[in-house]
């Protein structure tokens, strides 16, 4: 068998090439392991592999955007309507201006995400942003004439809130069309509401609830703003004589897929493939390269004869196909994880990613889709050594969309100075596009292992 020297990166933060020639590098790894520093290391592949399963995680469970960054709109399939909830009373000048003017109007403000688009990474050729598009605004509004009512508001948990938006049905809604337009150097944008929110409001006593929904499903992008712990806060304002405006007490996004892609993943959000790939299908390949079954003292930690080093499954992808699309125009790094036993519980744990200088600097980083080439190559280290060293009935892996990648062929992992300048490798914002894969799933992969062995012929 031929023998590879290895040097390991274990954290994606590490440069090192894994096929460099450097037989310390073997030894150092194999050593830390507790294996003896003289194993070889055989690489071999296995084909045809076909997960017997294939399972889209869907989470559309609303989300508070108190972070920095929410969503309006829709792009790649999956579209966000924004919530707010406001609280205000008698006291507050937004009612003594809404009772005083005859010409009052309601309205939403809106700070620009302008850290994304006005980032030198977003591509030049997306702005500027314009659109008119059509946007319905729905709202519930509860009245009272009790001094403690604000304060039992206060008193409802985020949880609850969120809830309660899965079953919206509102007291009110009407269509509104929204001039959308952003160019660098813009700050916010404001959206008026109906007159009949604005007429409904009026009939307010000593508090008012007022919770709004924002939607715009057929939008042509996915606009982004700055969320409510950021210093460019949503707010709820009056247009009148003497304006007024309100922050929400809180606020959501609710994100709804409108796709019928089954194996589709978008990015940006929180779904994910689940495949399932049977032992069978791997365990009696290792069988016959080695001649004899594989496993040893089962359970009992490492196989005192051989262990994996690297596993690579490699599958095949079609950019082009018709319900990819993409924002942002940049390939987008596939990030995969592997479910393994911890004290008596299977956990999903992410796989550490192993770089390959010399392969990546002339065709690129392998875990990567709209991209050169018609391959994906995932590692799965992880999840194949435990399936070696357990004997386990089956390697289950997930797969996500993680950031679009700047430098393709830049061998490293993450962002680096250089020459006192710093480079970007991730754009560090998702591309909130969606990548179908059906080719992917449906056609055969190969899995390319590299296993260290110890064995009585090769003493």
Not at 87 to 108: M, P, Q, R
Not at 333 to 351: C, N, P
Not at 357 to 381: A, M, W
């Amino acid at each position: 068998m031929k023998k590879l020297g290895l040097l390991f990166a274990f954290a994606v933060l590490m440069t090192s090439c894994i096929f460099d020639s450097d037989d310390a590098g073997v030894g150092s790894w194999l050593s830390s392991h507790g294996m003896p520093e003289n194993y070889k290391v055989h690489v071999f592949n296995i084909d045809n592999i076909k997960p017997s399963s294939v399972e889209l995680g869907l989470n559309t469970e609303p989300r508070l955007i108190d972070s920095m960054e929410f969503y309006l709109g829709q792009s790649g399939g999956v579209s966000y309507d924004m919530y707010m909830d406001i609280a205000f009373s008698e006291g507050d000048a937004f009612v003594k201006n809404l009772n005083s003017s005859d010409s009052a109007v309601t309205a939403v403000s809106l700070f620009w995400f302008w850290k994304l688009y006005n980032n030198k990474n977003f591509p030049a050729d997306s702005l500027p942003i314009k659109e008119s598009m059509n946007v319905n605004v729905s709202w519930k509004i509860d009245f009272s004439d009790k001094k403690k009512f604000l304060d039992s508001l206060a008193k409802v948990k985020d949880s609850v809130w969120l809830e309660s938006l899965k079953d919206w049905k509102p007291d009110g809604s009407a269509d509104t069309v929204v001039e959308m337009s952003f160019e660098k150097g813009d700050s916010s944008t404001v959206i008026y509401l109906p007159s009949a929110l604005t007429e409904a409001l009026k009939k307010m006593t000593y508090a008012v609830r007022l919770q709004l929904k924002i939607s715009a499903p057929k939008a042509e992008h996915l606009y982004r703003f700055f969320g409510l712990e950021s210093n460019y806060k949503p707010f709820f304002g009056l247009i009148a004589d003497s304006s007024a405006v309100h922050p929400p007490y809180r606020a959501a996004n609710v994100l709804e897929y409108d796709d019928d892609c089954g194996n589709c993943l978008h990015g940006g959000t929180r779904d994910s493939l689940v495949l399932s790939i049977p032992a069978e299908q791997i365990l009696p390949a290792i069988q016959n390269f080695y001649n004899s079954y594989p496993l040893e003292n089962k359970g009992e930690g490492y196989d005192v004869r051989q262990t994996v080093m690297l596993a690579q499954l490699t599958m095949a992808r079609d950019d082009g196909a018709a319900n990819n699309t993409s924002e942002f125009g940049l390939p987008i790094q596939v990030v995969v994880g592997s479910f393994v036993d911890s004290a008596d519980t299977e956990i999903r744990k992410m796989e550490s990613y192993r770089l390959n200088k010399d392969l990546i600097l002339e065709d690129g980083h392998q875990n990567l889709v709209y991209h050169d080439g018609d391959s994906l190559s995932l590692q799965i280290t992880g999840g194949l050594r435990e399936l070696v060293n357990k004997e386990k009935d089956s390697l289950r892996i997930v797969v996500k969309l993680g950031y679009p990648f700047l430098q393709e062929k830049d061998s490293t992992y993450a962002d680096y100075v250089s020459d006192g300048d710093t480079n970007y490798v991730f754009m560090g914002y998702f591309d909130h596009g969606r990548y179908d894969f059906s080719k992917a799933v449906e056609s055969p992969m190969s899995l390319k292992l590299w296993m260290s062995s110890k064995r009585k012929e090769e003493n």
